[in-house]
């Protein structure tokens, strides 16, 4: 196993610890909101906030775990019908295109979220930038696990676990 392996497998075990922290955290949040509201007669604020937040990072982390363990959703009735050879082709060329993309990510991501370091969210007086650079942080993950799968594809390991 490369570092490179050994880095993008702790990395995403360490994020689905993370999103199952996260998950449970909105779920606590939301069921103590309708347990206020409809039973207190008091509405806690700060809730809608927080669980809108928290399912923004859920989905971004969520999605690198879905891109590491290739659940993600896919086409791939044209690229199954193809040579082994041209198989290799494209795929090395869809993760070239995965890597800009991550690439773009972290660029305007990091971009972004420095634009809006002076804002402060309505509710929990939070610094929007923490809550935006999940997307810079989720494109240097996926970079990660992107040169991971490319390097695999470039040494002719196939990787289906």
Request: proline residues 3%; aromatic residues 16%.
């Amino acid at each position: 196993m490369s570092v490179l392996e050994k880095l993008s497998f702790t990395i995403n075990s360490w994020i689905e610890y993370l999103l199952f922290g996260l998950g449970f955290t909105m779920t606590v949040v939301v069921a103590v909101q309708v347990f206020c509201r409809y039973v207190l007669n008091q509405s806690l604020f700060w809730s809608e906030e927080l669980a809108r937040y928290l399912l923004v990072w859920l989905s971004f982390l969520g999605a690198s775990v879905a891109y590491r363990r290739k659940v993600h959703p896919g086409i791939d009735v044209l690229q199954a019908k193809m040579p082994d050879g041209l198989q290799k082709i494209s795929t090395t060329i869809v993760h070239l295109a995965s890597l800009t993309l991550f690439g773009v990510m972290i660029f305007f991501g990091y971009r972004f979220a420095y634009f809006v370091r002076l804002q402060i969210s309505p509710a929990l007086y939070l610094p929007k930038w923490i809550v935006f650079s999940i997307v810079p942080i989720c494109g240097c993950i996926l970079m990660i696990h992107g040169f991971n799968f490319l390097l695999q594809e470039l040494a002719g390991k196939r990787r289906d676990d």
